[in-house]
Structure formats: structure tokens, C-alpha cells
């Protein structure tokens, strides 16, 4: 089974919760994705132009498609290198070389479920020095990579290891220990710090890890957004965009936190599969049959027609059967299903996804 966890909302509150400003931090560049954002017009095409890059309801929608397809691209642009598509925001640089360039990226359904194969999307800062000469071959990124049927995972480039990307699937929690990382469905932050030439990479308030690069004189020039393009179309959504002139100062869970933080979550998506059953088990009374029947149950008597599929929650409002505890739910409406004339069958209309489960 896939790992997943949280959702949106719990996402926002633990950002807000665990992630301060340093005291002498500030905003330089940043983008939120709203139509009226200033810095709209200033992204360019990073290797290649993406099929979609969209604004709406304040969020960026960034796609690939047939335009960017391997036998659509001009024999120059052949090579791996112009699979990965996207654009890039020039920034302004710090006022030293501690700075943080963080975004938030949504890892929907998509990226766990089975039939949506190999899918990536990255977030990288190109790197320049004092004088603004480009520093090759040393822009750090993070990527999320999915590789076919398995759950997504979190990888970072190291540039003093030049084409070296290390597997983020352990990180150091508030404790100093380390623990492993599970990638969790929903809204995340993605974090690359610079502090005298030290990188830190963040997965949310997960230190994924850090190398020392051989020189302390790094500032970034863009922050860049991509995703690969495997022939087919796909889409990530993006938010809050942003390079501040500081180091971001993120307060790692401690190992109580966290197992607070899983129950909370466990607790979320049981009632996430309960909804789930609710609305897509449904029962048929009589397949062939034709005409209505009656069952009494609880003082009231529902009238049902056979040959006709009704959802565990139709049934559940019809015998008015409500309660907090979903298991009572079901016990009430098999009483109430005892009383029927007619035997009901039962069907899933539709499979509920691994990641609803085993969290």
C-alpha cells in the first residue's frame, strides 16, 4: 500500500504553527499567482516552453504536452535536457549569501494512483557570484519524482557532486534523530537555503539534507519551476513562489510532535475511506425485478424500488441513520436491511485508491 497523509488545511495550519520569519528576514522577489501579480510578464522559458503555463484562483497550473512531445521537438532539441519544461523567474539578489527560495507545489491524487505513470516536476535556483558571473553546473534542486506504479519520492541535486542527486527518503526531525520520510497527499513546501556557501534542503519542516559547496560567494539569479515530459500531458500545480533576503527559520518536529501529527491524520483519512464506502458501495434489490417494496424499521417504513442501485449514504438518509461513529452507522443500517423482504447485493462502483489507505 501507498503512504499518504494530511490535507490542505491541516497542511496551512502546521506551515503557519512551525514556520517563523528570522528577525532580520524580508521578501526580495516572490510570486503568488494571482492575475494582478507584478512579476506575471517577467518569467521566461526555462529549457524549453511548457504547453500551459496558467494562472487561476491564485494558483500556477504548469503543463506538458503534445508541443513538447519527443517527436515534436526540433532536432536540436532532441536530448533528455528539453524533456524537462517550464519557466524561470529572475530574481533579485540578497543583500548577503544567506538567502531562502521556497514554493509550494500540490501533490494531488495523481501522484499516487497506478494508472498515471512516470511523473516529475522540479524546483531549482540558478546560482551566480558576487560579481553575477553564472555558476555552472551548481544549481541546486529538488525534484518529485514518481517512477510508474510506486508512491512519490523526494530527491536533491547536489552541485559540489555534479550530476549527483541524493534520494530524500529519511530526514532529521526536531530531536537530531533521523526518521523515515513518507510523502504526503496535499499542499508542501519545498525549501533550498544558502548560508555561506552550506545548502539546506526542506521538505516542509523535514531537513532532507545539505551539502558545502567549494566556494561561500553563491546568490541566486532565478528560481525555476519545471516538469517532465514523458509524451504524454500532464499538470502540477504550483503556489507562492518565493526568495527571501535570510534564512527562513523552520522548527523541525520533535518525535512527540510527529506522533501527535500521525494520529490526527490517521484519524483524518478513516473518515476520508468512511466517505469513500459511503458513497460508492451501493446495494440492488432484486436486479430483475420491477415495482416498489416496503421496510419498516425504527417506527418509519422506507419504500425502495427494485431493480434500481441505491449508495450506502441514500440508504443511511432515507432510514434517517446518523451518528458519529460510522461503525454504529453501518450496524444501524444492517438492522434496518434485516427487515427487508428482499435480500439485498452489494457492489463497489468504484475501487478506492491505495493511498486512501495504510497511513
Request: overall charge neutral; aromatic content about 12%.
Amino acid at each position: 500500500m501507498k503512504k499518504l497523509t494530511a490535507t490542505i488545511s491541516v497542511l496551512l495550519v502546521l506551515v503557519m504553527a512551525l514556520s517563523a520569519p528570522a528577525s532580520a528576514i524580508a521578501i526580495i522577489t516572490s510570486d503568488t499567482f494571482s492575475t494582478s501579480a507584478k512579476s506575471a510578464d517577467k518569467w521566461v522559458t526555462d529549457r524549453y516552453e511548457p504547453e500551459e503555463f496558467d494562472r487561476s484562483d491564485g494558483k500556477l497550473y504548469l503543463s506538458v504536452g503534445p508541443k513538447g512531445y519527443y517527436k515534436y521537438r526540433s532536432d536540436d532539441k532532441k536530448d533528455k535536457y528539453y524533456a524537462l519544461q517550464g519557466k524561470k523567474l529572475p530574481v533579485e539578489m540578497p543583500s548577503s549569501n544567506t538567502w531562502t527560495a521556497t514554493v509550494k507545489i500540490n501533490i494531488d491524487d495523481n501522484w499516487f494512483s497506478s494508472n498515471d505513470g512516470r511523473r516529475r516536476a522540479e524546483f531549482r535556483v540558478d546560482l551566480v557570484d558576487g560579481d553575477g558571473n553564472t555558476l555552472k553546473n551548481s544549481s541546486p534542486a529538488i525534484a518529485l519524482v514518481k517512477g510508474g506504479s510506486g508512491a512519490p519520492v523526494l530527491k536533491y541535486y547536489n552541485p559540489k557532486a555534479q550530476g549527483s542527486w541524493g534520494m530524500a527518503n529519511r530526514f532529521v526531525n526536531g530531536d537530531k534523530e533521523t526518521e523515515d520520510l513518507t510523502v504526503e497527499e496535499g499542499w508542501h513546501s519545498l525549501l533550498i537555503k544558502a548560508n555561506n556557501g552550506v545548502l539546506t534542503y526542506y521538505f516542509d519542516e523535514k531537513k532532507l539534507g545539505n551539502c558545502t559547496l567549494t566556494t561561500k560567494d553563491v546568490y541566486p539569479s532565478y528560481i525555476a519551476l519545471n516538469v517532465y515530459n514523458y509524451d504524454r500531458p500532464q499538470m502540477v500545480e504550483w503556489d507562492n513562489v518565493t526568495l527571501y533576503d535570510g534564512s527562513y527559520l523552520i522548527r523541525q518536529l520533535s518525535s512527540e510532535a510527529q506522533d501527535k501529527k500521525d494520529e490526527r491524520l490517521e484519524s483524518q483519512y478513516e473518515k476520508k475511506r468512511n466517505n469513500w464506502e459511503d458513497k460508492y458501495t451501493e446495494y440492488m434489490f432484486d436486479k430483475s425485478g420491477s415495482g416498489t417494496f416496503n421496510v419498516d424499521y425504527d417506527g418509519r417504513t422506507v419504500t425502495l424500488k427494485k431493480g434500481e442501485y441505491y449508495t450506502q449514504s441514500k440508504l443511511k438518509s432515507l432510514f434517517k441513520i446518523s451518528d458519529k461513529d460510522w461503525d454504529k452507522e453501518n450496524d444501524m443500517l444492517k438492522d434496518a436491511l434485516s427487515n427487508s423482504p428482499i435480500t439485498p447485493t452489494t457492489r463497489e462502483k468504484k475501487e478506492m485508491p491505495d493511498s486512501y489507505w495504510d497511513y
